[in-house]
């Protein structure tokens, strides 16, 4: 052990068996660890259980690493023991030693304090370990949830910019009916302003917790008060709406809401990956692919063909989704082995879950600001499609039949002339009909196709 090491034995074994990754975890989730190990200890002090001078000398203790002292003492990896027992410990012995600091004790002795009598009293790392994996999620998930609405934001103000940019849409990579840019932007601020829904409602099921569960969820060695003394402490220090769950076991043993809480960034991430990979499509060219749109360029985006600008944040944007999406496949392992009256798997969903919100939140960030903020629309690309596309064919049907509109796409593709002309050279619609049809195209409305074909009715 080092002389002056504020960790103990547990965490010196932990240190030695688990040589994995030479990855910690989030800091946020060991100020989270030192919030509970308070709240428990001013719960318990409340009680009668421990006496003052202890209480507020792991309080201290507590405090210090809450400001962000002492990280070198956290050193373990984020694949060890199951349950996350090292990381429970290893705040027990840096608490209890610091403690002991404080009221002028020899470290590594445990007196007064000791690690498991007083830091750990009324808790098992059963029930310290997942609670404290919730609070770091909700923390951890408020930057996520604030980037995602201003990428919401930030696609409707593009949706409002691109309304009266005519386009052909395009189903099964095939020409298909007009619409608006402005229309496909607002579905894309739609769909992740629902995927934020959705997420919200996630979150909420972390806020229930079990503090006082202890082995397997019975509260063995706790006072009956517990539970809600320590509840009431921690919203406290945290300031979160926290609330007791309904069933102590059933969380010791289940982890479905930290599955359904990846299951909502999942939803995110593929929603993310068409979004992204619509715009590099939209965007390809500049001169021998769709270049409807073009976005802004980041970097030279090849080393050997010059000029070549890639779409290199949609690229990590995607990459990062990909990643997201096998997180939630490791947690959903995690979830689905937890055996009998405990889930042991704590340590990997927390490494996949607290990483999965950092990285998507900072690759939301860089999608909102290098990429969607200053994308530019084409319109001599756009108006081309569409004057050029069998979309005015799709208008034509109400008025004309369909045959007779699927021949004069066909006709107008051989010849390689517009729909529109083709109509006015055939004498089907004046040029003053077709016009006013293809004017209301990207925002049908039955009544004006309706007066269209009254008018040609009386023409006739």
Sequence with gaps: MPTEAL???FTRRALDNFMISGLRIDWEFIKTLAQIKKAAALANNELDLLDDELCEAIGRAADEVISGRHEDEFPLDVFQAGAGTPWNMNMNEVLANRANQILGAALGEYHPVHPNDHVNMAQSSNDVIPNAIRITALNLSDELMERLNVLVEA??????????????????????????LGREFRAYASAMANDAKRLEASRAELRSIFLGGTAV??????????????????????????????????????????LGFMDALAVVSVDLVKICNDLMLLSSGPRTGLGEISLPGVEPGSSIMPGKVNPSILECVNMVCFQVMGSRAAVENAAKFGILDLNVYTPVIAFNLFNSLKWLSNALHALTEKAITGLEVNR???????????????????????KRAAELAMEALRRGVKVRDLVVEKGLLSGEQIDELIEHSCQPNLHIVRKIIEKREKER
């Design 7 to 9: 960790y103990g034995i």
């Design 155 to 180: 696609l409707g103000e593009k949706a409002s910019e691109f309304e009266d940019v005519r386009k052909s849409s395009r189903t099964h990579t095939q020409d298909a009916v007009p619409i608006s």
């Design 380 to 402: 001599q690309a756009t108006d081309y499609y569409f004057d050029y596309s069998n979309a005015v064919a799709t208008l034509l049907s109400p008025v004309i039949g369909y």
């Design 217 to 258: 969820g019975t509260g063995i060695n706790t006072h009956p008060d517990y539970s809600v003394r320590a509840l009431r402490h921690l919203r406290d220090s945290t300031g979160l709406d926290l609330n007791l769950a309904g069933d102590f076991v059933e969380k010791t043993q289940f982890e479905s809401d930290f």
